[in-house]
């Protein structure tokens, strides 16, 4: 019975350890993908920026009329 026991636990802790690595390897594959969109984030508004420039360019301001 003790070896049974001893048996049970071995094999929770076993896949305990199974568990804790698969976590792991997800925190690791999000954190990358969480990398990965900042970056093309940051790459899209930087070619939203440029092409507003390139579309719309900045007009020169005229002071306001008074007295009309």
Known sequence: ELQTQVEQICDMATLMRKAVQVDDEEYCQV?????QLELENKELRELVSFS??????EKPRQPPQCGK
């Open 31 to 35: 954190q990358e993908k969480i990398a």
């Open 52 to 57: 507003k420039k390139i579309l719309l360019p």
